[in-house]
């Protein structure tokens, strides 16, 4: 931010020196003629006045303009068709005299030579005429070089404005440096990092509003926690008797099954309790063998898709394929997508589970002979339209989305719901 602030400050300050140096340098230029115009008119006016009073001798009119000394100047003077000449005019001069008419002084340029021409015609004599030339051309190198002094000197202004601009700059970008470094502290789970406001008004606003506003999530955070670890802790107590109540079960198979369940709910309640104890980290601190995680809950699903004689088919990539989420993500990933067909889809109905390696990627897809999902927001937390919670398919998309992955819903080649969950493989 400072390189643009000191950039609009140069560029800025360069667009008011051209507005400023070219009416100065035509100032100058108009300054200086006018200043040798007045010089050209006193000569050609005290050589008219000579001319007047000794105009019948032409040897005294020159002796009387020697005298004179004339600065810088040449002169010319015609009478009665004959010329007497001081210095050494040219041809332009004679024309420039010619043209005199009795107005007064004339100006006009004779190449660097600024010509001055005054009629004598008032003296009576036809063809009488006085021109002072100027030479012009070492005050043009002289002013030239002024005005290149003056111009480098003012170039030098956009370099202090550069200068001074990025100090001013300081006073805007740190404030907003320390803000954006609060703000990803904040991104990477730290709810006390706040800053103090400092710099403009603005900005003292912002970070005033940038720490209430962290203050208020530290709380709903806070809240959150304390409410998800009572609701955990609640829980159990009723899930420690249901396990209890399976071992009094005579069907070891289904006590078994209950067991499990019971199991698997547990663990979920310590995962969110972890995760309200400490919710921005710890999400991959393990690779898993996703082979072996999806091998495992199909057999644990096996039972119930047999009651509901469901044709079924596993399909595993045969070899193990590592991901950066921990097993209970995975669990829960491959858990929600077998319920949501149990869910959705009537018994009976085919489910066909596979995993695919494909590059970088591994891609788990479950697919069924059911109805299909037609609206593709399904994944999106609490959409479902069939009296579900519609949190399984979210949980799905958050986990996927967590590891650097992405969620299709598609139709299966029998019409049904196609749900791909890719992972990049570690």
């Given at each position: 931010m400072r390189s643009r602030i000191a950039l609009l400050a140069s560029v800025s300050t360069a667009l008011c020196l051209i507005l400023f140096a070219l009416p100065f340098v035509a100032y100058l230029r108009s300054s200086y003629i006018s200043d040798?115009?007045?010089?050209?008119?006193?000569?050609?006016?005290?050589?008219?006045?000579?001319?007047?009073?000794?105009?019948?001798?032409?040897?005294?009119?020159?002796?009387?303009?020697?005298?004179?000394?004339?600065?810088?100047?040449?002169?010319?003077?015609?009478?009665?068709?004959?010329?007497?000449?001081?210095?050494?005019?040219?041809?332009?001069?004679?024309?420039?005299?010619?043209?005199?008419?009795?107005?007064?002084?004339?100006?006009?340029?004779?190449g660097p030579l600024r010509v001055a021409a005054r009629s004598l015609a008032p003296a009576g004599e036809p063809d009488s005429w006085a021109v002072v030339a100027i030479d012009t051309s070492g005050q043009w190198d002289s002013l030239f070089h002024t005005t290149m002094i003056t111009l480098g000197a003012?170039?030098?202004?956009?370099?202090?404005?550069?200068?001074?601009?990025?100090?001013?700059?300081?006073?805007?970008?740190?404030?907003?440096?320390?803000?954006?470094?609060?703000?990803?502290?904040?991104?990477?789970?730290?709810?006390?990092?706040?800053?103090?406001?400092?710099?403009?008004?603005?900005?003292?606003?912002?970070g005033k509003s940038f720490n209430e506003l962290v203050g208020r999530i530290e709380i709903l955070m806070k809240a959150e926690r304390e409410s998800a670890a009572d609701l955990s802790h609640g829980l159990r107590t009723p899930l420690t008797a249901l396990a209890l109540q399976a071992e009094t079960l005579k069907h070891r198979h289904e006590a078994e099954m209950i067991r499990s369940s019971v199991t698997r709910v547990q663990e979920v309640l310590d995962q969110i309790i972890d995760q309200s104890r400490n919710p921005a980290g710890g999400q991959f601190e393990r690779l898993t063998d996703i082979d072996a995680?999806?091998?495992?809950?199909?057999?644990?699903?096996?039972?119930?898709?047999?009651?509901?004689?469901?044709?079924?088919?596993?399909?595993?990539?045969?070899?193990?394929?590592?991901?950066?989420?921990?097993?209970?993500?995975?669990?829960?990933?491959?858990?929600?997508?077998?319920?949501?067909?149990?869910?959705?889809?009537?018994?009976?109905?085919?489910?066909?589970?596979?995993?695919?390696?494909?590059?970088?990627?591994?891609?788990?897809?479950?697919?069924?002979?059911?109805?299909?999902?037609?609206?593709h927001r399904a994944v999106e937390r609490g959409r479902s339209g069939r009296g579900s919670s519609g949190l399984g398919l979210d949980i799905v998309r958050s986990t996927a989305l967590r590891a650097g992955g992405d969620v299709a819903i598609e139709r299966s080649a029998s019409g049904g719901a196609r749900i791909a969950v890719s992972f990049p493989t570690c």
């Open positions: 040798v115009d007045k010089l050209a008119d006193v000569n050609v006016q005290m050589i008219a006045s000579i001319a007047e009073e000794r105009s019948a001798k032409v040897p005294e009119l020159l002796n009387a303009l020697e005298k004179e000394q004339v600065p810088e100047a040449q002169a010319l003077v015609s009478l009665n068709r004959g010329a007497a000449v001081f210095g050494d005019p040219s041809r332009c001069l004679i024309d420039r005299g010619a043209e005199a008419d009795d107005r007064g002084t004339s100006f006009s340029w004779c003012l170039l030098a202004l956009p370099a202090v404005a550069v200068v001074i601009a990025k100090r001013l700059g300081r006073s805007i970008t740190r404030p907003v440096d320390r803000l954006v470094g609060a703000a990803r502290r904040v991104s990477r789970g730290d709810l006390g990092a706040r800053v103090t406001p400092s710099g403009p008004k603005e900005l003292r606003v912002l995680i999806i091998t495992d809950r199909f057999f644990f699903w096996w039972t119930m898709l047999e009651d509901e004689k469901r044709p079924c088919e596993l399909k595993r990539a045969g070899r193990a394929v590592f991901v950066a989420l921990p097993p209970r993500d995975l669990i829960a990933v491959i858990d929600n997508l077998i319920d949501n067909v149990i869910t959705h889809t009537p018994p009976g109905t085919a489910l066909d589970v596979s995993l695919t390696v494909t590059g970088p990627s591994v891609t788990l897809t479950v697919e069924d002979d059911g109805p299909g999902i037609r609206d």
